[in-house]
């Protein structure tokens, strides 16, 4: 089963799916609804909704799984221990220091994750790349974007911007970009669940790896 982050984001899409669909019997009624382009803005707003929360999610599930692993501190990449230490030290509290004896880091390790997740208003190759390499250890999650590009994938989160911004005077929003928006982050959220995992169990040398890279639907990937 692929993670529990990536199940949840595709129940979230559902209702850009549902928003597709009406539009379409919206469109083809007698007489056809005019002015639905509100369909297609929210849509939008509510794809790039989902993309964050299962971008944020999906770090937070391998923290977790790590911390269950029981990985020694050794084994954390030096991106994330100097982000760890960052963090400990901004906190200006002298206790902290003591909750990195014995398993105390663990904890840190996913509070400060979490943190800085909530602050992730505009999850770009930019913002994902620092984010996952500060707390994974990863140095560009946007590797794993092989059937669209990451310039795709900022335009898209671009336009959200301005919809989310100027509404419905942003022009040439359609349905058909919301289908191909649709279509994108979908089969990229496929992409990153499936190469997170694989990447995982190679950084941190676990036996196996922490989900399936089995995907079913439009598209499969075969498991190695």
Known sequence: MPSKSYLNFLNLIKDVDELIDAYEVLSSATPPRRNLGC?????I???????????????LESIELLNAEGISISRLPGSVKKRISLKISDDKNDIK????????????????AKLDTELL???????????????LGISSISQSWTTYSADEINLFIRTRGKIAHKGRSVKGIKITTLRSYFDMIKNTAVDVDSFLSLEIKNIYCLKAIPWSRTYFGERSLSVL
């Open 39 to 43: 369909i297609s803005r929210g849509g």
């Open 45 to 59: 707003l509510m794809l790039c909704a989902s993309w964050e929360f299962f971008m944020e999610e999906l770090l």
């Open 97 to 112: 220091a003591f909750d990195l004896a014995e398993s105390g880091w663990r904890s840190l390790w996913k509070v400060y």
């Open 121 to 135: 208003n505009t999850p770009n190759q930019e913002k994902l790349d620092i984010l996952y390499n500060r707390y």
